[in-house]
């Protein structure tokens, strides 16, 4: 597969701090990437960087070929650089079908093909963003950056404080993304549950990285996890959250 995305020598923060001091990562085309490490580490900051919303010190980012830098969020977007933030950031005032629609760019991914993705969004076309669960609200989210019709997909968390049902159901989802052909790349505390839907990891601790390799390799290293990630390793179910 063809390289999609290249990181080389990224240092970026935010304000005058630098969170992440020296970064290089490369991503495949298709290719689904697991982003762990410990709290504070640097995992939503690596995302944002590509998304475009934090400070650069430093290093350039290239996607598809081309040299994305100094481009804006916007361009990015537009570039095919899809965002679900930890925050879900749906419009809470619009329908499911109105935040669905509202920023749709064309491609494969259509208002039908997102609402057999989650059949649960279709029911409730109607409703309005105040008016979903947090199951909900996190499909809606993820639905809205496919309607961008991304190449790439960076996901924040996207389980956390979801019932257990709903958190298989976006896992699943998460997967069939990747088999047409989007890559994603998945910032998760729940180590063992991400690393059995992606094909490599990496491990960040203070902004650099320090573990890589094959997910299934790491999920064979019990070892390593304990001593990058610690409890996280053992991966606590997911709690709180109605579906």
């Known amino acids: 597969?063809?390289?999609?995305?290249?990181?080389?020598?990224?240092?970026?923060?935010?304000?005058?701090?630098?969170?992440?001091p020296d970064l290089t990562l490369s991503l495949r085309e298709g290719e689904a990437l697991a982003v762990l490490g410990r709290n504070g580490v640097g995992k939503t900051t690596l995302l944002d960087s590509i998304?475009?919303?934090?400070?650069?010190?430093?290093?350039?980012?290239?996607?598809g070929g081309q040299d994305i830098t100094a481009l804006s969020p916007e361009r990015r977007a537009r570039a095919g650089i899809g965002w679900v933030p930890q925050e879900r950031n749906i419009f809470r005032s619009?329908?499911?079908?109105?935040?669905?629609?509202?920023?749709?760019?064309?491609?494969?991914?259509?208002?039908?093909?997102v609402?057999?993705?989650?059949?649960?969004?279709?029911?409730?076309?109607?409703?309005?963003g105040n008016q979903l669960s947090g199951g909900e609200q996190q499909m809606?989210?993820?639905?809205?950056?496919?309607?961008?019709?991304?190449?790439?997909l960076l996901l924040d968390e996207p389980t956390e404080g979801l019932a257990p049902i709903i958190v298989e159901a976006l896992l699943e989802?998460?997967?069939?993304?990747?088999?047409?052909?989007?890559?994603?790349?998945i910032v998760e505390q729940h180590a063992r549950k991400i690393l059995t839907i992606t094909d490599r990891a990496i491990i960040l601790d203070r902004g650099r990285i320090v573990h890589e390799a094959?997910?299934?390799?790491?999920l064979a290293q019990p070892?390593?996890?304990?001593?990058?990630?610690g409890v996280i390793a053992r991966d606590a179910p997911a709690t709180g959250g109605m579906p």
């Open 1 to 20: 597969m063809a390289e999609l995305l290249r990181l080389t020598g990224l240092r970026a923060g935010h304000g005058d701090a630098q969170v992440i």
């Open 51 to 63: 998304v475009g919303v934090t400070r650069r010190f430093g290093g350039t980012i290239q996607f």
């Open 94 to 113: 619009l329908t499911i079908e109105e935040n669905l629609t509202a920023t749709a760019r064309p491609g494969p991914w259509t208002l039908d093909r």
């Open 115 to 128: 609402y057999a993705m989650f059949p649960r969004l279709r029911e409730r076309r109607s409703n309005m």
């Open 140 to 152: 809606l989210a993820i639905g809205r950056a496919l309607m961008l019709n991304p190449r790439l």
């Open 173 to 185: 989802a998460v997967t069939a993304i990747g088999r047409e052909g989007v890559a994603t790349m």
């Open 214 to 218: 094959d997910s299934a390799t790491l």
């Open 223 to 229: 070892a390593a996890m304990e001593a990058h990630l």
